[in-house]
């Protein structure tokens, strides 16, 4: 079977093929770490490793009520701050990955989203797509290969969180509901809005991949009451819009979800990625608590790849999968974390003979 | 006099800043902190009183039941707010030194790090704990850890992390922390840290939640 057949099968279909899938993601600075170490230089990480999701474009389009690309405002030796188009200000690395430091957000009053933001976001708006005939070309290029194909993009709660602050948008959902519920029906509707005219104007790929951090270590930002009133609503319309052209839907969210999980496959997400192992969540008890209606990927810790030692691997790995094989998990090979540079390359190299191994149904 | 004090630790807890605010729909249209804390004031109630009766006893109410997950940060965030309602009226008390601070605690982000969230919530339970919190920022190397420690003479250092890539930077600001005054306690959290990290590099205390570091400050330095 190609890659696009078994992630169809897995994530689409919910089916067990004759593999489980394979995927990964990387901070920016492995690969030249990895090159440092045998890795031939400048290869493509998802061919050289035969990966089976590829990314036809991060970020589709510009998702700030103000359509522009981040400006840098300030910067110092190490560090750069940049003003994005809420009028956020925040902080972040020069050289290399890391989460930002938050410094002031803007939009921190309903009135301040109706009276700047709000507008902006309402209709179909052009100069939010970077480069379409890029996408274009981007696209043709990977439906032309066996990979299974996805737009990425991040969508309600990750935007509200890069628009507001994480502060200002948890005390708003009981201080201020109607302007969240608000916020969530616009973007919501922007988002539906730009991916349609993408796939009409671009093309439909295998799936649709968003990205929606909605969970720190110990648990979700959010309660289940809250995500059931104020979240809910919002991601059961974009699956409906995305279930719409048959395409399935991958959420990632990083942090502890597990409490949100039954509403999640209320909403219709079809598959669930990254599953913090660290924040106490196992492949096989969120599988079984939702009877293997969706497709689960990650829930490696990436702890165990970080010891680069290969006994505290296999103890990390092999019972998992045969776990995942033996309750017939639909079910993708990836860490529950993107793979930093303290991994060295002959882990992760021992980690993909491992899903040899072991990653068959 | 008792149930003034009750009701203000309930507003905490129940997250109700002051009448104006519709939340939460139980307590609609009636007094909050805000109000309470002036009602109490007015009526001759100690604001030592207010502070560890009310204020505290409510906002550590929340953080036992964040600790056990049955709150989730937005309750913690409204609660601190309505906390910090109550804390205005107490200010000048505080100024006078009529009303005392259990102490002080630096906290700050570890260099390499520029996480701040994490940070945030917990200097808050540690206000409402009744803690004197400086805020030392984020991307912190060990030298200016030692600055603020020399500067305002805290009864502990709070380091935080968010990476494992990062929080190894806890083992030299602990060990220079230890060398330089060895009597501040150091008390580490964030995603990664473990209780085996926090063993292996010598720190004080290690608690995955908030209320355990606040439980922690309590007992061993105030």
Request: proline share 5%; hydrophobic share 40%.
């Amino acid at each position: 079977m190609t890659s696009r057949e078994v992630l169809t099968a897995i994530v689409k279909d919910k089916l067990c093929p004759e593999r489980m899938g394979l995927h990964e993601s990387f901070w920016q600075d492995t690969q030249q770490e990895w090159e440092k170490q045998g890795l031939p230089a400048g290869i493509n990480m998802l061919d050289y490793f035969n990966l089976d999701v590829r990314e036809i474009q991060g970020s589709l389009f510009r998702t700030t009520s103000l359509p522009i690309d981040d400006e840098v405002v300030d910067e110092d030796e190490q560090t750069v701050i940049k003003v994005n188009g809420w009028g956020a200000k925040f902080r972040e690395w020069k050289n290399k990955p890391g989460v930002p430091e938050h410094i002031s957000f803007d939009l921190t009053y309903e009135d301040i989203w109706k009276k700047k933001y709000r507008d902006n976001l309402l209709g179909l708006d052009l100069r939010r797509f970077p480069d379409l005939q890029k996408l274009k070309e981007n696209y043709c290029a990977g439906m032309a290969t066996d990979r299974f194909c996805v737009y990425y993009q991040l969508i309600i709660f990750e935007i509200m969180r890069k628009a507001m602050g994480d502060l200002v948008l948890l005390e708003a959902m009981y201080l201020s509901p109607r302007w969240i519920h608000d916020f969530c029906d616009v973007v919501t509707n922007h988002i539906i809005m730009h991916l349609e005219y993408i796939i009409r104007e671009v093309g439909k790929p295998d799936g649709i991949w968003l990205y929606e951090d909605m969970g720190y270590t110990k648990a979700p930002f959010v309660s289940p009451a809250l995500y059931k009133e104020f979240i809910f609503p919002y991601h059961r319309r974009v699956a409906d819009f995305i279930h719409s052209y048959d395409l399935p839907f991958i959420m990632h969210s990083c942090g502890r979800i597990r409490p949100l999980l039954p509403h999640l496959v209320d909403a219709g997400i079809d598959g669930l990625q990254a599953l913090e192992a660290k924040a106490g969540q196992h492949v096989v008890e969120m599988a079984e608590a939702t009877g293997n209606k969706i497709a689960f990927m990650g829930n490696l810790d990436i702890r165990a790849f970080e010891s680069n030692d290969p006994k505290v691997l296999e103890a990390e790995i092999v019972p998992k999968l045969k776990a995942v094989r033996e309750k017939r998990i639909p079910y993708v090979f990836f860490s529950d974390h993107s793979i930093p540079k303290s991994v060295k390359l002959e882990t992760y190299r021992y980690a993909l003979d491992l899903h040899k191994k072991y990653g068959r149904y | 006099m008792q149930d003034i004090l009750k009701q203000i630790a309930l507003c905490v807890e129940k997250g109700k800043i002051a009448r104006e605010f519709p939340h939460p729909a139980e307590l609609a249209g009636q007094d909050g902190v805000y109000e309470l804390a002036k009602k109490a004031l007015d009526a001759g109630i100690s604001p030592n009183e207010i502070l560890s009766e009310g204020l505290i006893a409510g906002m550590n109410k929340v953080g036992e039941l964040f600790q056990a997950g049955d709150v989730f940060l937005p309750d913690v965030l409204v609660s601190a707010r309505a906390l910090s309602m109550g804390m205005m009226h107490l200010k000048p008390y505080f100024h006078s030194g009529a009303v005392k601070h259990k102490g002080k605690v630096v906290i700050g982000t570890v260099q390499g790090d520029l996480h701040d969230i994490g940070k945030r919530v917990v200097s808050m339970f540690f206000e409402g704990g009744g803690w004197n919190v400086i805020d030392i920022g984020v991307n912190i190397p060990a030298q200016k850890f030692l600055d603020a420690v020399a500067e305002h003479s805290p009864q502990a250092v709070a380091l935080s992390a968010l990476l494992t890539t990062t929080m190894v930077n806890m083992e030299h600001i602990t060990s220079m922390i230890k060398t330089a005054q060895p009597g501040v306690k150091v008390v580490i959290g964030g995603a990664p840290v473990t209780q085996s990290f926090a063993d292996r590099i010598g720190a004080d205390c290690y608690s995955p939640d908030p209320q355990g570091a606040l439980e922690f400050l309590n007992k061993r330095c105030s």
